[in-house]
Nanobody, 123 residues
Framework: QLQASGGGLVQPGGSLRLSCTASGFTLDYVAIGWFRQAPGKEREGVSCESSSDNNAYYSDSVKGRFTFSRDNAKNTVYLQMNSLKPEDTAVYYC??????????????????WGPGTQVSVSG
């Protein structure tokens, strides 16, 4: 199971870095996706690794503000979030990719969801 952490309350324009860790297995050869779910809305993909070139896909709403990265030595995947907006408020999750549709953030392709971390942008 994966664990997302690093959420919190931040003012608009602020930054947070989310971490995704795994217990008992390595993330070295696992494609990871970051998703979020706001109250009353469906879960949506934010940034997901492409299996073909190891680059990250970003949704239009976060492109240019969020950065996906990984540190295999620490067995951790990160989501750096800058220039946060109130509409970024949501519970953020990381998940493992098990299937490979053309769209990197295809929700049914992912599993091993762990508890999310709340990100609130207000002020």
């Amino acid at each position: 199971q994966l664990q997302a952490s690093g959420g919190g309350l931040v003012q608009p324009g602020g930054s947070l870095r989310l971490s995704c860790t795994a217990s008992g297995f390595t993330l070295d050869y696992v494609a990871i996706g970051w998703f979020r779910q706001a109250p009353g809305k469906e879960r949506e993909g934010v940034s997901c690794e492409s299996s073909s070139d190891n680059n990250a896909y970003y949704s239009d709403s976060v492109k240019g503000r969020f950065t996906f990265s990984r540190d295999n030595a620490k067995n951790t995947v990160y989501l750096q979030m800058n220039s946060l907006k109130p509409e970024d408020t949501a519970v953020y999750y990381c998940a493992m990719r098990y299937y490979y549709s053309d769209y990197p953030c295809q929700l049914p392709d992912y599993g091993s969801w762990g508890p999310g971390t709340q990100v609130s942008v207000s002020g």
